[in-house]
């Protein structure tokens, strides 16, 4: 709870603080434009394509160049992208690591070449020159505290992991298991891994629904794509009315599940924030300014009461 | 007269390898049976109408990747695009099957031409330019893969009409489609390959491409065939599995190639071409499938899932080879 | 009257066996230190076989191997190195991405060092003296591939020498080199044998045989029929010694009647292998193709039905000239094939018997895309029945079957096809005599029926008692065409070896 009111707080300050930068012209000391490289985990996914989306549009409001590239879910690719771009002298660099331990030597040739470094939504160990992201913990905590108090802290519980041994998996499980500690009467019954994949999910849940029936009171999912995939399982099953499903990322698939009361919630990770703040870090770096260290991005629970706020406009 | 040919057909002793060669077909067979009488055993949820309902859904996808695969394998070759073919034409009938736009035939039929224009493509290439099926079909994964994400722009493809969906999702007197699909495209799978010009083709082209060419038969034209119809078979699957979970993932399918493969090997089809069966595929399908769900009705871990499903793998090869001797 | 202990090598009372056939009897061959000995004998007279079982390739049923005056293991590839024989083969075997020295002593590089590091220097040093010794001028760390086919001759005798080769078996060496380069080998085999190796020497060339070799054993049909000095032999002798055997009862006479014109080739030529080459063949009669190997046989009959390109040239079938690009082609002319090459372009061997017999007639018994699987066993059944195939049913894989029943199975094919003329390529090699003489019946039932069959045979009995007329073929080209009264083993070899 402490770190909820502190990321708050840290995030109110920043808001304001930065309110008016995107107008505020980005040219360097040598009036050329500021370059930025960034390499993003895998462009196959739908949220971290937001977050660069939202990059680009930033970056060209602040008129700096921003040079993307595909890290493919490769730890060693990213280190070499991260190498060309010093190589290439850019103003800044913004990673978003595809591993914990893999991707840091990055950052620490980054940093070793004076060129300021940026992790946008996930975490490295060698320490970044500036974190934007959210808390992988805090998502599950608040999925997960979603369901106890919806089952009156009684019930039976499946849990359905990412890819094992992903950062984000980890934690996600790290912080239900948290919640799980604290209501003695929520049980976890099963947990296994659909890879974050939706086909898979729908197979994993048509399976327990076989072995456990209607004892299963709420699944958590560590993503939409798999709660998802756990919706149509269950619904196919007739047993949606009965079973509560939350998941986490507010994909738009999501959110209209949310809306339409199929998917009970998901939790909204803010790509659109996570995007321009790590541009607006970026930008101020290169330019020798000081920013925070760290900049956490508040989760969002999205239930049907609040889930209008959350859907986009069809494109 | 009779005694004529009774001579000719004087039964020669059975020899040591037409033996072992049996029990190998046999084996497969024995070995499914025997895993579903263990699993009856350990789990009472196991043999139900339901969950084999439920197993037989589950299994529509992979069966039908294999069943074209098992075409290709059989005449030699390899394909190992049938993920990103499932991704390239799910994606592409998902866009025709937004709501409200086109009746559900204009999806389905888009996705299939997708699929054969693919399929042909390896065909083409592979007999044009006479580079490996493997290498050939490794690049044509990656470029389906990037089709469908070019042809997603990287997203999902949602709000698919009810229609469409039925066709993954819905029940013919209570029989889901999936089921439906799945067997009728393997009556049709088998009829080519056992009672067709074009499958007995394909076993001669395998079996021995030389002589096969030296007994008057275009081989590019049959080889031409099989991808196509490879094609052809990774549309269905991938129109099933986008209908299965109601939105077009460019990332669907990956890795389903390997499973497919898997399910004919452990069907009894050689890699090196020549043999295999629609039923030995299908039970090989099956028993991955089996396996799957088993496991997880037990809660073991995926880890362990993976291990089982390598021995088997390794052990019908095995199996193959003293077949071979 | 010598005795063993004068030889370097001696082979005594040597029989080997395949599968009942004796492909050699009772062989014996002496070789002394210094001379080059040629083995000589028609295809099939068991040179290869008795080469092989030298090289430690194959074990003898029985028989003995001395090689200076001791007993030679036998079947060990390894122990006949180590004792210092050699074989430099008709086709190199050699790495062609690995330098000459590092091919010289691929598989005894020294070493040095704690690890036992390569010195490529002191290889190339080396390799450098054992090719001077020979008196060619290599430079040892050029790659393999950049080199001729005489020069990585060179590099194997090399490599012989660099093992203290006492016995060096050369097999057709001349076969792909100049007039030139034949020269470079003469005078390399004769320091050899200043330094007291011993050559055996294998050619069908006879005027080399003169030029070379002091000695000539002769082997014919897996027997040993004699040793003789070559200054005491003429080739007419020799010649006679190589093929003097009478024509068996294995031929059943048959009248010549021979009706219409079906085949005619004009002219044909294919580009480096055979050229102008022209013959007709008609109505129930048999045109033999005989020639040495690599004389360009296979390589017409294969042009003929589609399976390699023409360069220039004719075919007529039945008065009408016809364009063959594919065996679809060809059979749709009335055109079958039998090739010598059975397992690798005659059957597949995990189809059934049945379904090998119909593959070339498929569609016939095919109702559009669909089988009809009973005419299609009628079919089948008819052929296994005249033909003799013995089989456990139409069902069986073929690859079960004997070697001669593999062959009938594939004549079966062609000849359900009905073709017009049939090209049977060595079309008994490798199997029993007992299927032989099926074989040779069931092609005189074919000539009885009309139907004009070109054969070709490396056994010149197979040709005299098949043939009406006799094709001789030399390097690719037509050295002459024989009446069946013109032709006897000698002529035919005299022709074939182009004397």
């Not at chain 3, 009408?320 to 079958?336: E, F, L, M, Y």
Request: aromatic share 6%.
């Amino acid at each position: 709870m402490k770190s909820t009111v502190l990321t708050l707080v840290i995030t109110a300050s920043l808001l304001t603080g930065c309110s008016n930068q995107s107008t505020e012209n980005s040219q360097g000391d040598g009036g050329k434009k500021l370059v930025v490289g960034a390499t993003m985990l895998s462009m196959q996914n739908e949220f971290i394509v937001n977050v660069n989306d939202e990059m680009a549009r930033k970056a060209e409001q602040a008129g700096v160049d921003l040079i993307t590239v595909d890290a493919e879910r490769s730890a060693l690719k990213q280190v070499e992208q991260v190498e060309s771009f010093i190589a290439q002298k850019v103003d800044a660099i913004i990673m978003n690591p595809c591993e914990v331990e893999a991707s840091s030597p990055a950052v620490a040739k980054a940093l070793a070449a004076k060129i300021p470094i940026i992790n946008v939504n996930s975490e490295t160990s060698t320490k970044p020159s500036a974190f934007v992201g959210s808390d992988d913990v805090e998502s599950a905590r608040m999925a997960m505290t979603f369901i106890a108090e919806k089952l009156g802290g009684k019930g039976n519980v499946v849990m359905m992991h990412g890819y094992m041994g992903q950062a984000a998996q980890i934690k996600r499980e790290q912080g239900a298991r948290e919640i799980l500690k604290q209501y003695p009467g929520l049980k976890l019954i099963a947990h296994q891994t659909a890879e974050w994949d939706r086909a898979k999910a729908m197979s994993l849940m048509e399976n327990w629904i076989q072995s456990y029936g209607t004892e299963i009171n709420a699944v958590f999912a560590h993503n939409d794509e798999m709660g998802m995939g756990a919706v149509k399982a269950l619904t196919d099953a007739g047993l949606k009315t009965k079973v509560i499903v939350v998941s986490i990322d507010a994909i738009p698939d999501a959110l209209q599940a949310v809306q339409k009361g199929t998917l009970d919630a998901t939790v909204f990770q803010n790509a659109e924030q996570q995007g321009s703040k790590a541009i607006e870090a970026a930008v101020k770096l290169a330019k020798g300014q000081s920013v925070e260290k760290e900049t956490l991005i508040p989760f969002q629970l999205v239930t049907k009461t609040n889930v209008a706020q959350f859907m986009k406009k069809p494109d | 007269m009779k005694n004529a040919i009774d001579t000719y057909f004087k039964p020669v002793r059975e020899s040591y390898k037409t033996r072992v060669s049996r029990l190998g077909k046999a084996g497969i067979f024995v070995a499914f049976i025997v895993i579903c009488v263990i699993l009856s055993l350990v789990t009472p949820r196991f043999l139900t109408v339901p969950n084999l309902m439920i197993i037989v859904t589950q299994v529509s996808i992979n069966a039908l990747l294999a069943f074209g695969v098992t075409f290709v394998i059989i005449t030699g070759g390899i394909d190992l695009s049938l993920g990103s073919m499932v991704a390239v034409t799910g994606v592409v009938a998902a866009l025709f099957a937004r709501q409200d736009t086109y009746p559900v035939i204009v999806p389905v039929l888009a996705g299939l031409l997708s699929g054969v224009l693919f399929g042909a493509f390896n065909g083409f290439v592979i007999t044009r330019s006479k580079v490996p099926p493997f290498i050939v079909t490794l690049g044509t994964m990656t470029i389906g893969r990037g089709l469908a994400l070019i042809l997603s722009k990287g997203r999902p493809i949602s709000n698919l009409s009810d229609s469409f969906n039925f066709i993954g999702g819905g029940q013919v007197l209570g029989v889901p489609m999936p089921i439906i699909i799945l067997i009728s495209m393997f009556a049709v799978c088998s009829v080519i390959l056992k009672k067709t010009v074009l499958g007995r083709y394909m076993y001669a082209v395998g079996g021995n491409e030389q002589a096969t060419r030296a007994s008057g038969i275009q081989i590019s034209n049959i080889k031409m065939a099989v991808y196509t119809m490879s094609g052809l078979l990774a549309a269905l699957a991938g129109i099933v599995l986008t209908s299965r979970i109601t939105t077009g993932q460019p990332n669907a399918g990956a890795g389903f190639e390997l499973d497919a493969i898997a399910a004919a090997i452990i069907g009894g089809t050689s890699t090196s071409g020549g043999t295999g069966t629609m039923t030995g595929t299908l039970i090989g399908a099956l028993l991955i499938g089996v396996i799957s769900n088993g496991l997880d009705l037990l809660n073991v871990s995926s880890y362990y899932q993976q291990v089982v499903m390598g021995v088997i793998i390794i052990g019908a090869v095995v199996l193959d080879s003293v077949n071979r001797k | 009257m010598l005795s063993d202990r004068d030889y370097l090598l001696t082979i005594r009372g040597l029989t080997k066996t395949f599968s009942g056939v004796k492909a050699l009897d009772n062989v014996e061959l002496t070789v002394r230190e210094g001379e080059v000995h040629a083995l000589m004998g028609e295809n099939g007279a068991g040179k290869s076989t008795l080469m092989k079982i030298l090289m430690g390739l194959l074990s003898p049923d029985s028989g003995e191997i001395t090689l200076e005056g001791q007993a030679l293991k036998n079947g060990s590839v390894n122990e006949a190195m180590k004792r210092g024989i050699a074989m430099i083969h008709q086709e190199i075997m050699a790495v062609p991405e690995l330098t000459v020295a590092q091919n010289i002593f691929l598989g005894r590089e020294t070493t040095g060092g704690l690890f036992g590091w390569l010195n490529d220097n002191r290889l190339n040093q080396q390799a450098k003296q054992l090719l001077d010794q020979i008196g060619v001028s290599i430079r040892p760390d050029t790659q393999m591939k950049y080199l001729s086919v005489a020069e990585m001759q060179m590099v194997e005798i090399a490599r012989a020498i660099s093992n203290d080769a006492r016995v060096i078996i050369m097999d057709e060496p001349t076969s792909a080199l100049s007039d030139k380069e034949v020269t470079t080998l003469f005078g390399i085999i004769r320091d050899l044998k200043q330094k007291g190796v011993a050559i055996i020497y294998i050619s069908h060339k006879m005027d080399e045989i003169f030029t070379i070799a002091d000695t000539i054993t002769v082997l014919r049909d897996g027997q040993y029929i004699g040793t003789r000095p070559a200054a005491k032999l003429d080739i007419d002798t020799l010649i006679a010694m190589m093929v003097g055997r009478q024509l068996d009862s294995l031929f059943p006479e048959s009248t010549i009647r021979t009706g219409k014109e079906v085949l005619a080739v004009r002219q044909l030529s294919r580009a480096g292998v055979f050229s102008d080459v022209s013959f007709t063949v008609h109505e129930g009669e048999v045109l033999g193709i005989a020639g040495l190997m690599g004389a360009g046989r296979t390589e017409i009959a294969r042009a003929i039905f589609g399976l390699d390109r023409i360069s220039s040239g004719e075919i007529r079938i039945k008065g009408q000239p016809v364009t063959i690009r594919s065996p679809q082609d060809a059979i749709q002319h009335g055109i079958g094939y039998v090739s010598e090459d059975r397992k690798g372009w005659g059957f597949v061997p995990r189809l059934s018997v049945k379904q090998n017999i119909t593959l070339a007639s498929l569609q016939t018994y095919a109702s559009g895309l669909l089988i009809r699987e009973k005419s299609e066993t009628e079919a089948a059944t008819k052929l296994i029945a005249d033909l003799r195939i013995k089989t456990a049913g139409p069902d069986q894989e073929v690859m079960y079957l004997s070697g001669g029943n593999q062959q009938k199975v594939v004549i079966a094919k062609v000849l359900l096809a009905s073709p017009d003329v049939i090209i049977l390529d060595e079309p008994t090699r490798g199997i029993d005599i007992g299927a032989k003489a099926e074989i040779y019946k069931l092609i005189n039932q074919l000539k009885a029926n009309g139907i004009a069959i070109v054969i070709i045979s490396s056994e010149l009995p197979e040709i005299l008692g098949l043939s009406d007329r006799i094709l001789v073929l030399t390097k690719g080209k037509q050295t002459a065409m024989l009446s069946r009264e013109e032709a006897t083993q000698e002529t035919i070899m005299a022709y074939a070896m182009h004397y």
